[in-house]
């Protein structure tokens, strides 16, 4: 234990081993949805579903391990939502696009990735950010999150008669779970009771088995080959130039969803300085596009920090130990595949829709705890309250960390001109700002 403790400084972070073993296990369970959900959408693109399913987990693991020993944060990693579906039914079902030259994009996309943090590009972008967008990126991630756990949870689901979204059946068991969870995480987490969120979820889990809202599967199982996959991207192919535009879009997708999520958790943390530096920046953004690379060559979409690494965050982690729990859990999951379905399989209420009620009562607490970097914001400036305010509402409503960034990225710097402030305004911030602009131009 003494070792762990100056290794990872967890009694100079104000934490405890103990402290660090919840919260890794709290931020896999909030993941593990995603050791199913990957290889069910990547095999819709002719991808073998057992390959992909170790693929993720390795990858994961690695990285996430990486993440805890090399930068010494609470941040794991994983194959990114949304870049899988772009992967899976854009890239190759809609362009026809075979998967393995669609791997070979991932990662050409990811060396692209290594060279810019080699070269200190993404942390001067990260350094750029006024304090206030930072802010508002935590909070916008809280909203997210939040929005993210509400739909899971079927709490809130889309209007068939017409709107967008209305409030779920909240007489059906499955969706007065997560409120239940939510309740007990509330209540424990204001008795300072350790390990709150895993015993809500655990409660509900242990409610929800007699009704088959979670189903238990058995406890292990062989793990399934890696080698439908394994080194399988066709690199001469994705080379290709009518390519080049592809590998862009996953790199810029890829990009700036690490900006916010690594902002928002370091700063959820205290692990931001108060000038909005984030030390070890480098380390952070060298095992994330590392990550990238690795996991195409296993045989999976890209692999970026998670938001969910803030549930355990919320937990207490604060040092690269609850990365490396998360980790070794990934591990496990190959050898312990019933298990880990029990809690991130889902639950399918109706055809073709997949809830996961166990995670989401966590998710929305996590949510609701980013909001007070808010009070970080000085609304009493509009040049600085107004983009900030951009980015906490775009995250949610366009399901998108990148797409929420960018409406804060692209006004902060037009309404600094146009009041005459425009020397507050680093250069990357134009920079960034004509990015977004050529992009939806453009891509």
């Given at each position: 234990?003494?070792?762990?403790?100056?290794?990872?400084?967890?009694?100079?972070r104000?934490?405890?081993?103990?402290?660090?073993i919840?919260?890794?296990?709290?931020t896999?369970?909030?993941?593990?949805?995603?050791?199913?959900v990957?290889?069910?959408?990547?095999?819709?693109g002719?991808?073998?579903?057992?390959?992909?399913?170790?693929?993720?987990?390795?990858?994961?693991?690695?990285?996430?391990?990486?993440?805890?020993?090399y930068?010494?944060?609470?941040?794991?990693?994983?194959?990114?939502?949304?870049?899988?579906?772009?992967?899976?039914?854009?890239?190759?079902?809609?362009?026809?696009?075979?998967?393995?030259v669609?791997?070979?994009?991932?990662?050409?996309?990811?060396?692209?990735?290594?060279?810019?943090t080699?070269?200190?590009?993404?942390?001067?972008?990260?350094?750029?950010?006024?304090?206030?967008?930072?802010?508002?990126?935590?909070?916008?991630?809280?909203?997210?999150?939040?929005?993210?756990?509400?739909?899971?949870?079927?709490?809130?689901?889309?209007?068939?008669?017409?709107?967008?979204?209305?409030?779920?059946?909240v007489?059906?068991?499955?969706?007065?779970?997560?409120?239940?969870?939510?309740?007990?995480?509330?209540?424990?987490?204001?008795?300072?009771?350790?390990?709150?969120?895993?015993?809500?979820m655990?409660?509900?889990?242990?409610?929800a088995?007699?009704?088959?809202?979670v189903?238990?599967h058995?406890?292990?199982?062989?793990?399934?080959?890696?080698?439908?996959t394994?080194l399988?991207?066709?690199?001469?192919?994705?080379?290709?130039?009518?390519?080049?535009?592809?590998?862009?879009?996953?790199?810029?997708?890829?990009?700036?969803?690490t900006?916010?999520?690594?902002?928002?958790?370091?700063?959820?943390?205290?692990?931001?300085?108060?000038?909005?530096?984030?030390?070890?920046?480098?380390?952070?953004?060298?095992t994330d596009?590392?990550?990238?690379?690795?996991?195409a060559?296993?045989?999976?979409?890209?692999?970026?920090?998670?938001?969910?690494?803030?549930?355990?965050?919320?937990?207490?982690?604060?040092?690269g130990?609850?990365?490396?729990?998360?980790?070794?859990?990934?591990?496990?999951?190959?050898?312990?595949?019933?298990?880990?379905?029990?809690?991130?399989?889902?639950?399918?209420?109706?055809?073709?829709?997949s809830l996961?009620?166990?995670?989401?009562?966590?998710?929305?607490?996590?949510?609701?705890?980013?909001?007070?970097?808010?009070?970080?914001?000085?609304?009493?400036d509009?040049?600085?309250?107004l983009?900030?305010f951009?980015?906490?509402?775009?995250?949610?409503?366009?399901?998108?960390?990148a797409?929420?960034?960018?409406?804060g990225?692209?006004?902060?710097p037009?309404?600094?001109?146009?009041?005459?402030?425009?020397?507050?305004?680093?250069?990357?911030?134009?920079?960034?700002?004509?990015?977004?602009?050529?992009?939806?131009?453009?891509?």
């Amino acid at each position: 234990m003494g070792f762990l403790d100056r290794f990872f400084k967890i009694s100079e972070r104000n934490s405890s081993v103990r402290t660090e073993i919840i919260a890794g296990l709290t931020t896999f369970i909030t993941m593990a949805y995603i050791i199913f959900v990957q290889p069910t959408v990547l095999s819709a693109g002719g991808m073998d579903f057992g390959a992909v399913l170790a693929a993720t987990c390795i990858s994961s693991a690695l990285a996430s391990i990486m993440m805890g020993l090399y930068a010494n944060y609470p941040i794991a990693l994983a194959p990114a939502m949304g870049e899988n579906i772009f992967f899976t039914f854009t890239v190759i079902i809609a362009m026809g696009i075979p998967w393995n030259v669609a791997l070979g994009i991932i990662f050409i996309s990811g060396v692209l990735f290594l060279l810019l943090t080699f070269f200190n590009v993404r942390e001067l972008m990260i350094n750029a950010i006024p304090m206030s967008l930072k802010s508002g990126i935590a909070v916008g991630i809280g909203l997210f999150i939040a929005f993210i756990g509400l739909v899971y949870g079927g709490i809130i689901v889309k209007d068939p008669g017409g709107g967008v979204l209305k409030l779920g059946d909240v007489k059906s068991l499955h969706v007065l779970l997560p409120l239940i969870g939510l309740l007990i995480i509330g209540i424990l987490s204001y008795l300072r009771v350790k390990g709150a969120m895993l015993i809500g979820m655990a409660v509900i889990t242990l409610i929800a088995l007699p009704f088959g809202i979670v189903q238990f599967h058995g406890v292990a199982s062989a793990p399934p080959s890696i080698s439908p996959t394994l080194l399988k991207m066709d690199l001469a192919a994705a080379i290709s130039p009518q390519y080049f535009p592809l590998i862009l879009v996953f790199l810029f997708m890829t990009l700036f969803d690490t900006v916010g999520t690594v902002v928002g958790v370091t700063q959820q943390a205290g692990l931001m300085k108060e000038d909005g530096s984030v030390p070890k920046l480098r380390q952070i953004l060298m095992t994330d596009a590392t990550a990238t690379v690795a996991g195409a060559a296993l045989g999976t979409s890209t692999v970026v920090t998670y938001i969910e690494s803030s549930a355990g965050v919320q937990e207490g982690g604060r040092t690269g130990l609850t990365a490396v729990v998360a980790g070794l859990m990934f591990i496990l999951a190959l050898f312990f595949e019933p298990l880990a379905k029990m809690l991130g399989g889902g639950y399918s209420p109706a055809p073709n829709v997949s809830l996961y009620p166990v995670i989401a009562p966590a998710l929305i607490f996590v949510g609701a705890m980013l909001m007070r970097s808010v009070t970080r914001i000085d609304f009493s400036d509009l040049t600085e309250a107004l983009p900030a305010f951009l980015v906490i509402v775009g995250m949610p409503l366009t399901y998108s960390i990148a797409d929420g960034l960018a409406f804060g990225f692209i006004a902060y710097p037009i309404i600094k001109l146009f009041t005459g402030r425009v020397k507050e305004v680093h250069p990357i911030m134009h920079v960034m700002g004509i990015i977004f602009i050529l992009r939806y131009a453009f891509l």
